[in-house]
């Protein structure tokens, strides 16, 4: 990583803000600033301090003032050079890294003329396989294959072979894959024990079902009660696809505070947010960032009192959370029998074991599902209606996500709980022993997310990384995570010799700080202005794009 590291170390964006910030000259300027932003977003301020508190509230103040402050430097010339001649410099090491141009590769940018035998097709396809970072096979990476085991792989891709060429848009011609896809709601719905008014789809992911459910409250919101601009209250932990649901269906996001104790949102900041806008609440069982449960009842029971959505994002704790009792671990209520949870996501392509693409969206009614639905009555194309954001579907998928559930059944996911949750646990008590870190509340799932008081925790998550681990670094505040998977199992006393390790090493070389994820969420966090993290990300995604 080291080439845009340093770049980004140089970066000097936080250099040009604080000089402005120092400079004499400019003092009247800053106050007009400052005027005009109590008086612009005064309200909004207020309303901030309400469920976010002064801090927070404070902080994002500091963020609009620097923003703008960003937005006259970049207005200069010399200040738009310099910005973006560092950030040129900074994407052009995200490309060589992430798109590497090698000499002696073909790169096939046009369609072959004459199209490859099957023989030269197997060789080429080998051959990017071989491209593939290995390292997931030896259990050294956080979350992303869940199961990988070979005889598992080889029965999905069975079912996967028989089922290419079908697509449940024509249930028809595919009746199979339709009573298939039936199936795998119908259990998933009885696993998150539904009642019998409850209905749902399959999804492409858990992004997918996050959308879905965000779309059918926006809609129900506009039907039943009349709001024409939506809001949703979450906490900030929950995943980014509420964000994206919010930034693409046009619905008002407002995040809520943790306990710093505990991880899980404060619920009297939620019950605080809520306004007669408000169509959805949600909360995570468990989340993304720390793997803490919320309190999924007192959320609920504040989403009955205002008659709005509560939206319980299952999506990692997929087939974990429903069986942790079975598996003989402490629990949390967190499905439909708890009565104001109106819509559920639980990812089959998680700890489901699923192939890639598969997730359910539940709810507890179906005339709350109508409203995820889509229909064009009087499209040119014949009368249309589909379920979700997708037309055409790969059946190849249901196909394999039904195999894995048919092939684990309910002892094999309770084995598979005992076997991943027994290692998080491990791995929770060989941190909780190491000083210089501490534990994000008490998780009781398959993530673990911990930082540190005294060491840059960053620093200790680059050194796991030079030892073969992938980890996920957070921030807000600065931490990361491991989430453990069937591939972690074996592997829970290595990961806490290495992190002692890795402790160590950064005790006795701290200056290690300016460089690696370090020095990437050191600058972001520097930064008031999220439109430059955003350029970087950008870059990055361009990246994925380079041939
Ligand atoms: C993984 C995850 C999601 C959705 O992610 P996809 O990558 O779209 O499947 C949502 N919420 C949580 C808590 C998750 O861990
Ligand atoms: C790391 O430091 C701790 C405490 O200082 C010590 O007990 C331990 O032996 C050290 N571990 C290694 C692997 O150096």
């Known amino acids: 990583m080291s080439a845009e590291i340093k770049t980004f170390s140089k970066l000097s964006i936080s250099q040009i803000i604080l000089m402005f910030i120092n400079s004499p000259h400019l003092t009247l300027l800053k106050n007009i600033i400052f005027v005009f932003v109590i008086y612009r977003y005064g309200r909004i301020l207020l309303n901030k301090l309400a469920v976010q508190g002064f801090r927070r509230t404070l902080d994002d103040l500091y963020k609009i003032v620097g923003s703008k402050i960003i937005e006259v430097v970049r207005s200069t010339p010399s200040g738009k050079a310099k910005i973006q001649g560092d950030l040129d410099k900074v994407i052009k090491g995200i490309e060589e890294k992430f ?7 073909p790169r096939y940018i046009n369609l072959p003329d004459i199209g490859f035998d099957n023989q030269k097709l197997r060789e080429e396809l080998k051959r990017y396989e071989g491209n593939q970072d290995a390292n997931w096979e030896n259990g050294r990476v956080s979350g992303t294959v869940y199961h990988g085991g070979r005889e598992h792989s080889k029965i999905i891709s069975e079912a996967y072979a028989m089922f290419s060429n079908t697509n449940p848009l024509h249930p028809a011609v595919f009746p199979g894959v339709r009573k298939m896809e039936a199936e795998i709601v119908s259990m998933v719905l009885k696993l998150y024990n539904a009642p019998s008014s409850s209905a749902g789809t399959t999804t492409s992911g858990g992004t997918e079902s996050i959308l879905m459910a965000c779309k059918a409250y926006r809609d129900w919101g506009k039907n039943e009660k009349g709001i024409t601009e939506p809001e949703m209250v979450v906490p900030d932990t929950i995943h980014a696809a ?22 899980r949102v404060d619920t009297v900041a939620m019950s605080r947010a809520i306004n007669k806008n408000t169509i959805m609440i949600a909360g995570s069982a468990p989340n993304f960032p720390h793997g803490i449960i919320d309190d999924i009842p007192s959320l609920a029971a504040i989403a009955k009192k205002y008659n709005i959505g509560m939206h319980v994002d299952c999506c990692l704790g997929s087939f974990l959370v429903p069986f942790l009792e079975a598996a003989g671990f402490p629990a949390q209520p967190f499905d439909f029998r708890i009565p104001g949870v109106t819509s559920i996501s639980c990812d089959t392509h998680k700890y489901g074991f699923a192939p890639k693409g598969s997730s359910v969206i539940m709810y507890r009614t179906k005339a709350l599902r109508k409203y995820q639905y889509f229909f064009a009555p009087e499209w040119t194309g014949g009368i249309y209606a589909s379920p979700a954001m997708a037309g055409s579907r790969p059946g190849a998928l249901i196909a394999g996500c039904w195999t894995a559930l048919m092939r684990l059944g309910k002892y094999g996911y309770i084995d598979a709980t005992k076997k991943i949750v027994g290692c998080t646990k491990k791995i929770e008590a060989g941190v909780r022993k190491i000083d210089d870190l501490f534990v994000f509340g008490k998780p009781l799932v398959s993530v673990i997310a911990f930082g540190s008081n005294t060491l840059n925790i ?8 030079e030892r073969g681990w992938s980890l996920c670094s957070l921030q807000n505040p600065p931490a990361i995570h491991i989430a453990c998977t069937l591939l972690t199992v074996p592997h829970a006393e290595q990961f806490i010799k290495d992190l002692q390790d890795c402790v160590n090493e950064t005790k006795s070389d701290p200056n290690k700080n300016s460089e690696g994820t370090a020095a990437i969420y050191g600058m972001a966090a520097s930064l008031p202005d999220k439109s430059i993290v955003n350029e970087v990300a950008c870059g990055f995604l361009d990246a994925l794009y380079s041939v």
């Open 458 to 465: 960053y620093n200790i998550g680059d050194r796991m990384n």
């Open 242 to 263: 509420f964000d994206k649901a919010a930034d693409y269906f046009n619905i008002k996001i407002v995040h809520v505070p943790i306990d710093p104790v505990t991880c």
């Open 99 to 105: 798109a590497p141009k090698e000499e002696g590769i």
